[in-house]
Antibody
Framework: EVVLMESGGGLEQPGGSLTLSCVAS????????MGWVRQAPGKGLEWVAT????????YYAEFAKRRFTIYRDNSRNKVYLQMKGLRVDDTATYYC?????????????WGQGAQVTVSS | DIQMTQSPSSLSAFVGDRVTITCHAS??????LNWYQHQPGKAPRLLIY???RLQMGVPSRFSAAGSGTDFTFTITYLQPEDVATYYC?????????FGGGTKVEIK
């Protein structure tokens, strides 16, 4: 059974930084791309970033470029989302998700989400 | 970016009803579309991939069709546990984009 568990969410001030973590189990982690999707309060789902199985190619939504970094540690079965220069509109539930293949495609398993609140 | 227009944004139907949601892509995406179910407080769940293929373990009352720019998603016999928001999602071209969602409720 695929299990994805996010951690690291919380309250941060505008301009601050936060790093989300996601630990995965139940599949061969290095063989699959991993990503993050967020949902702001009252809004729909929004793709944030995806990273390939060996971490050699990250892809970002336009809003995430220059502020967010996705990376992974295949020895620990973990994927991370480092967020800098946080803005109020980054407030959202952030979901970790497993892709169906090595490169970006679509997500076939998701975590329960980590809440990020950006407020002064 | 490809735009995904989903309709309706919400609907209310009786248990046992047939429910249909549509999704329109701003350009041809072939069959690179899937459908997710998202219930409050839960992880999103993949229901359909490659436009019409049922994900393993998903009940057969869920189905979908379409290719190119126009797609449909159908629940043939609505159940109380189907209350959720449903999203289409294109993965033909970066960035992957979700439709705006359809909130399904029971009358």
């Amino acid at each position: 059974e695929v299990v994805l568990m996010e951690s690291g969410g919380g309250l941060e001030q505008p301009g601050g930084s936060l790093t989300l973590s996601c630990v995965a189990s139940g599949f061969s982690f290095r063989d699959y791309a991993m990503g993050w999707v967020r949902q702001a309060p009252g809004k729909g789902l929004e793709w944030v970033a995806t990273i390939t199985g060996l971490g050699d190619a990250p892809y970002y939504a336009e809003f995430a470029k220059r502020r967010f970094t996705i990376y992974r540690d295949n020895s620990r079965n973990k994927v991370y989302l480092q967020m800098k220069g946080l803005r109020v509109d980054d407030t959202a539930t952030y979901y970790c998700a497993k892709d169906r293949g090595y490169n970006w495609n679509f997500f076939d398993n998701w975590g329960q989400g980590a809440q990020v609140t950006v407020s002064s | 970016d490809i735009q995904m227009t989903q309709s309706p944004s919400s609907l209310s139907a009786f248990v046992g009803d047939r429910v249909t949601i549509t999704c329109h892509a701003s350009r041809d995406i072939g069959d690179r579309l899937n459908w997710y179910q998202h219930q409050p407080g839960k992880a999103p769940r993949l229901l359909i991939y490659d436009a019409s293929r049922l994900q393993m373990g998903v009940p057969s009352r869920f189905s979908a069709a379409g290719s190119g720019t126009d797609f449909t998603f159908t629940i043939t016999y609505l159940q109380p546990e189907d209350v959720a928001t449903y999203y289409c999602h294109q993965y033909h071209t970066l960035p992957p984009v979700f439709g705006g969602g359809t909130k399904v409720e029971i009358k």
